[in-house]
């Protein structure tokens, strides 16, 4: 028995919205047990609706459509499938009743095009939706199951669970979930890390696939079992061997990121961390303080953008600044050490680089950056970077600011 | 000539991700004016795949794909395709190179997994990608063209703009095109600006439509011409009275940010600005540098999240501090002449609030943010926001840096 995602609508044709319905049905349907292999987005035209519901309705049973359900001429989702399926629209006084009724709650009047959406094929049951005007339905008909939600994502997700989750679960579905961990990677590339692994690549239950993203590399494991409790057994001795495999490189999983680890080391240890930003001009405070709490161990820092700051707020020596250039190893250890001296925390991080588009030479390049880090004994260190001039400021940037966090995760775990 | 877009990956199936790639390249197929109908997602699974490029092959001139192109064993869309259209691979030998290239800039080795991205089904094209190492293929084959880009959205739209819209413009697309003009706007709810500019929302060509995301609103206008000259005549007048009823809420159109509109005004009259950050720990300055040439006028800043630090590096009084807290007026504007002072700059710009989800009280709310600006001749003010006690910590401080540039922006029109 699987599932197919259905969104109808032309401002997904025209990239006007962003498909957030597609991605919650999505995990939803996961941690229900019911795989699900296609998505669909159709715009608001019945012959290419009919011809989804052909396509779906013979390689999936549950068909979940999104969108249409409004009570303008272009919404035509329950119209087009009762034509489909060659079943008559009845009208439901009871709805128009409940719109009425919802209306007059906001102060305004229901206007004639709300009927519309009180018309409901013969045989399916009204999925009623308690966020606003336009209900669902649910229909068994020809050997599928359909169930429609209006194109709104509050209305949508509060119906999804309000009755159709316990109606999927009435017909059985939930029994069997599909539970899967996130395991997140730092220093690693996502070929080198697939190849350490190659070996669970190829598991049936959990499954593990890598992915990756702006510098980070993920594997998710992804298993299927009667219950959580169950389906966290069958991934725990994965999750372990993988972690091994993954040494250092790996930092956390799921919700975890670099700022929250390091925060969590900081913490334990009872140290702090100051910052002095040149090229990142304040992306990694930004990361380290959109951690609650991360007042416990984030005191603050320095944003040296111009050279003049990092003399005046930081203690850069001036000559090792136009000798060397802002961009150097001295320099960034300068600036690490500047800013846990005055902010007089256990840890400074410093970060200089040129992010691009403009200020590459040959011998200093777009994508190089380097990175310091001072601690309160007086040792210092830095670390010589190259992004790759090729690649985006905003991302240069980003790896900079997330390499110089996994520097100070990867110490503190010594 | 219809196109049709496909995105390959059982990360969209489970949910993982958020499919904006579908979102960009239907934005995109718009402006070009090439119609699309269907969008599909399908997991990484070489049956239903081609199951996927019959149905799309047989409805679809243009097939666009996304996803799959990577060194792992389950990136599967290149030696799929071949397989459907019946034609071998061929290995490109240039491509090897290229990524041993990039692999060697980054300081990395190639992995013998890499090699499988250098395989291109016979008569297929290189859709090279400038941002990382998958490339990508344009091929025309039994009757369609097919473009394939890598699942990574910023490689993506990379190789779209740079390959494919020269490539499918040649094809001759981009006749009858659909051209767009978002105006940004900030200070101003999007129900107040939907009412002023009501009469506008019923045009046919251009057509304007309100959006609102985060703070800000935009008003999109699209006119459909043969042209971008053509179509940007029915737009000028249109923007022209949008813009007019804005009033000082209108900040600028398309690309522009916040940032850029405060960096061209200090640019345009010689001046420079420095910012203290305490909740936003770091944002606002990111925000600001995320502007290539921002060095130009600004300098840099305190992150001063720690009342120390507010002391020590921007001269607060402890006492003010004390008595009145950090989250206060005085303490704000303490901030701003601290930071203007010490950087020696025109402007100097302070942040200080409760972002939450801790650290509310009943007089002081999360949410309540307050804002300094100072200025060279020593004139100080601060402004005091209530964002509401409901807002995401990540969205206070996003708002939190945003009405602080947008303060110093309609300071410097005035």
Redesign the interface.
């Known amino acids: 028995m699987t599932a197919e995602i259905i969104c109808v609508g032309t401002e997904?044709?025209?990239?006007?919205?962003?498909?957030?319905n597609?991605?919650?049905?999505?995990?939803?349907l996961?941690s229900l047990g019911i795989p699900?292999?296609?998505?669909?987005?159709?715009?608001d035209?019945p012959q290419?609706l009919k011809?989804?519901i052909k396509?779906a309705s013979e390689?999936s049973q549950v068909l979940i459509f999104t969108g249409g359900l409004g009570p303008t001429p272009d919404d035509l989702t329950t119209e087009t499938l009762a034509e489909f399926f060659g079943v008559p629209l009845i009208e439901h006084p009871e709805i128009i009743a409940d719109i009425a009724r919802k209306y007059a709650q906001r102060g305004r009047e229901m206007t004639p095009s709300n009927r519309k959406q009180a018309l409901i094929p013969q045989g399916a049951e009204v999925l009623p939706n308690s966020a606003g005007t336009a209900p669902g339905i649910i229909w068994r008909v020809a050997g599928v199951t359909i169930l429609t939600f209006p194109g709104v994502p509050s209305e949508m997700q509060r119906m999804w669970q309000e009755t159709a989750v316990p109606y999927l679960k009435s017909l059985g579905f939930g029994k069997e979930i599909?539970y899967?961990r996130?395991l997140k990677f730092w220093g690693i590339?996502?070929?080198?890390l697939?190849?350490r692994v190659?070996n669970f690549?190829?598991l049936q239950n959990p499954t593990v696939?890598?992915?990756?993203?702006?510098g980070e590399v993920k594997l998710?494991i992804?298993a299927k079992a009667e219950s959580e409790a169950e389906a966290k057994q069958l991934i725990a001795p994965v999750e372990a061997e993988l972690k091994q495999i993954g040494g250092l490189a790996y930092y956390g999983a799921d919700d975890d990121t670099l700022a929250i680890v390091v925060g969590k080391l900081l913490l334990d240890a009872g140290e702090t961390l100051?910052?002095a930003?040149s090229?990142?001009?304040?992306?990694?405070?930004?990361m380290?303080?959109?951690v609650?709490?991360?007042?416990s161990y984030?005191?603050?820092?320095?944003?040296?953008?111009?050279n003049?700051?990092k003399i005046?707020?930081l203690g850069v020596e001036p000559k090792d600044l136009y000798e060397l250039g802002a961009v150097s190893a001295k320099v960034a250890e300068q600036m690490a050490t500047g800013v846990q001296t005055?902010?007089?925390t256990t840890w400074g991080i410093s970060i200089t680089g040129i992010a691009?588009?403009?200020g590459g030479t040959a011998t200093k390049p777009i994508g190089l950056v380097y990175i310091g880090m001072a601690e309160a004994n007086g040792e210092v260190q830095s670390f010589e970077y190259?992004?790759?001039?090729?690649?985006?400021?905003?991302?240069i940037?980003h790896l900079s600011a997330c390499t110089a966090l996994d520097h100070l995760r990867r110490k503190l775990l010594q």
Chains 1, 2 share one sequence.
């Open positions: 997904l044709l025209l990239g006007s919205i962003l498909n957030k597609a991605q919650f049905l999505a995990i939803e996961a699900h292999y296609y998505q669909t987005v159709v715009g035209n290419r011809q989804v396509i390689r599909i899967s996130t590339a996502e070929s080198a697939a190849e190659s690549l190829n696939a890598p992915y990756a993203s702006q998710r992804s100051s910052v930003e090229c990142t001009g304040g992306g990694l405070g930004q380290l303080t959109a609650p709490g991360s007042s984030f005191l603050g820092g320095v944003i040296s953008y111009d003049s700051v005046s707020l005055r902010l007089a691009g588009p403009d190259r992004f790759g001039a090729m690649r985006e400021r905003s991302l940037r």
